[in-house]
């Protein structure tokens, strides 16, 4: 099962920021927080990883609290080929290869 | 770099029939993975490869599934006596072990059982 609890939709206006919160509160230590997206009919799309920093690259920021049991992907500019099921995933480096998808968030970017 | 490749990318089969798909993966890329994803769902993890190596299997590899990666490169994954209930997208994906845990994904291949 996942270990991880996200919103089945949400929408946002195009331009604006796009904050995906997830639930994960029975993080382990060395569980690592990895966000994919998976757009229509395509395969999922890695997006970020963290461990507990905060993490910013070309696509999106991870933040993630300090209890680690919650995080926020965030979408700065949002655009509607950002429209997408976008999934929260804990896994520890190490350990399983294998990615626990849970249901993810529809994120539905409108004009 | 050109991605993970998947052939083919669409399939349609009758019931009790067999089918193979087959997953080229990036190239140096030593670990390849096997999903399943049926619809409204996220994808379910099937099995893992790691050079030639079947490391890790899912209970969801019934023993009508089989997957082979023969020399480390390209996989194929066979469904014998296909039923209704295999309709699903088949997603390949593949990482190097560099990758921090990224996986990249293919485009999938969506088998349809009549």
């Known amino acids: 099962d996942a270990k991880t609890t996200q919103p089945p939709s949400m929408d946002c206006a195009e331009g604006r920021a796009a904050n995906l919160p997830c639930n994960h509160s029975?993080?382990?230590?060395?569980?690592?927080v990895y966000w994919y997206r998976q757009i229509h009919s395509q395969g999922p799309q890695y997006i970020i990883h963290?461990?507990?920093n905060n993490e910013t690259n070309e696509m999106a920021s991870l933040i993630i609290t300090e209890d680690r049991k919650s995080s926020t992907l965030i979408l700065p500019h949002a655009t509607l080929r950002d429209t997408a099921v976008y999934y929260c995933?804990?896994?520890?480096?190490?350990?399983?290869?294998?990615?626990?998808f849970g249901k993810g968030t529809k994120l539905t970017v409108n004009p | 770099d050109t991605g993970v490749s998947q052939d083919p990318r669409h399939k349609i089969t009758k019931r009790g029939q067999n089918v193979t798909f087959r997953c080229d993966p990036i190239?140096?890329?030593?670990?390849l993975y096997w999903y399943r994803q049926t619809l409204g769902q996220g994808p379910e993890f099937l099995t893992y490869?790691?050079?030639?190596?079947?490391?890790?299997k899912s209970r969801l590899l019934s023993d009508r599934f089989s997957a082979e990666r023969p020399k480390g490169s390209f996989s194929t994954l066979e469904i014998q006596r296909t039923e209704q209930g295999d309709s699903a997208m088949y997603l390949c994906?593949?990482?190097?072990?560099?990758?921090?845990?990224?996986?990249?994904f293919g485009p999938g291949t969506r088998l349809t059982v009549l």
């Open positions: 190239s140096e890329h030593n670990r």
């Open positions: 994906a593949s990482s190097h072990r560099s990758s921090g845990g990224k996986q990249y």
């Open positions: 995933i804990v896994r520890a480096q190490g350990g399983s290869e294998k990615l626990v």
């Open positions: 490869f790691q050079n030639e190596a079947q490391l890790e």
């Open positions: 963290g461990l507990k």
């Open positions: 029975t993080i382990s230590g060395n569980e690592y």
